[in-house]
Nanobody, 116 residues
Framework: QVQLVESGGGLVQPGGSLRLSCAAS????????MGWYRQAPGKERELVAR???????NYADSVKGRFTISRDNAKYTVYLQMNSLKPEDTAVYYC??????????WGKGTLGTVSS
């Protein structure tokens, strides 16, 4: 079992920044990929960014150049730095980890609201 605790959501004005964190605990030694997904009201959950244990990243086209994902393998923590935020970035952001055996775990989500 893996437990994920997210933090860092909140309310920010357009153009502002938020930094999300997700700390993993439990059976964490086999974590391979760590990532962030989001779900906006009335929309399906979508991938925002993910990063492998080796540091290989990929991003949704809508966030490239604005968001940066990083991870601290020693702390089993993944971060999402979100800059130049737009109202359309408003969503519940979910942390996701994928173990080496293919099992995935989800966090409970943290709300990020971009509004003036």
């Amino acid at each position: 079992q893996v437990q994920l605790v997210e933090s860092g959501g909140g309310l920010v004005q357009p153009g502002g920044s938020l930094r999300l964190s997700c700390a993993a605990s439990g059976t964490i030694s086999s974590i391979n990929v760590m990532g962030w997904y989001r779900q906006a009201p009335g929309k399906e959950r979508e991938l925002v960014a993910r990063i492998t244990r080796a540091g290989v990243t990929n991003y949704a086209d809508s966030v490239k150049g604005r968001f940066t994902i990083s991870r601290d393998n020693a702390k089993y923590t993944v971060y999402l730095q979100m800059n130049s935020l737009k109202p359309e970035d408003t969503a519940v952001y979910y942390c996701n980890v994928l173990l080496a055996n293919g099992v995935a775990y989800w966090g409970k989500g943290t709300l990020g609201t971009v509004s003036s």
